[in-house]
T-cell receptor, first 113, second 115 residues
């Protein structure tokens, strides 16, 4: 059964760069990798999405190696408000009765002052 | 605010009962997704509808069913409820039918407690 693997938790300090890696060995050739952020008692919120190499937006960067079996979410200069749970999402054989969207178990990031 | 609404916010019921959760997608979004989030299982994809038709099915139990109506709102029906069904149920919507390649916008969730 396909799955994704992320560290359960990470600690950081304000102003540091944080890198969270997700492994997804069974990702399909055409599937994207997406990262979401979730605060307590809220629904997940989209951060960034990529297919290969590197993607950057105003809040994060996403690094994907050539084999695409893992991805790394990079948060530059984190602040206290970045304390949240971060999930990677990949699809496996999506569509029809056997497809699935696989969320990792999430990485709880704690940013300290 | 993502623009996705879910009702009710909280629901408490007893084992064996049936409940209906409702979701209204963002204006213009054609896809609706349902997820179950529990402490031990994390976020589990249940099912996706696109423009009224079932698009993909994940780990949805046979006791659960969903539908998307012509106005694009969706309902998730949970029957013969068990204690283990207690969880947060999220609805998400996206513009197209792409599933994993579409940005999903999540609602605030419905917290279901089965006693």
């Amino acid at each position: 059964l396909a799955k994704t693997t992320q560290p359960i938790s990470m600690d950081s300090y304000e102003g540091q760069e944080v890198n969270i890696t997700c492994s997804h060995n069974n990702i399909a050739t055409n599937d994207y990798i997406t990262w979401y952020q979730q605060f307590p008692s809220q629904g997940p919120r989209f951060i960034i999405q990529g297919y290969k190499t590197k993607v950057t937006n105003e809040v994060a960067s996403l690094f994907i190696p050539a084999d695409r079996k893992s991805s790394t979410l990079s948060l530059p200069r984190v602040s206290l408000s970045d304390t949240a749970v971060y999930y990677c999402l990949v699809a496996v054989n999506y569509g029809g009765s056997q497809g699935n969207l696989i969320f990792g178990k999430g990485t709880k990031l704690s940013v300290k002052p | 605010d993502s623009g996705v609404t879910q009702t009710p916010k909280h629901l408490i019921t007893a084992t064996g009962q049936r409940v209906t959760l409702r979701c209204s997608p963002r204006s213009g979004d054609l896809s609706v997704y349902w997820y179950q989030q529990s402490l031990d299982q994390g976020l589990q994809f249940l099912i996706q509808y696109y423009n009224g038709e079932e698009r993909a099915k994940g780990n949805i139990l046979e006791r659960f069913s969903a539908q998307q109506f012509p106005d694009l709102h969706s309902e998730l029906n949970l029957s013969s409820l068990e204690l283990g069904d207690s969880a947060l149920y999220f609805c998400a919507s996206s513009e197209q039918s792409g599933g994993e390649s579409d940005t999903q916008y999540f609602g605030p969730g419905t917290r279901l407690t089965v006693l």
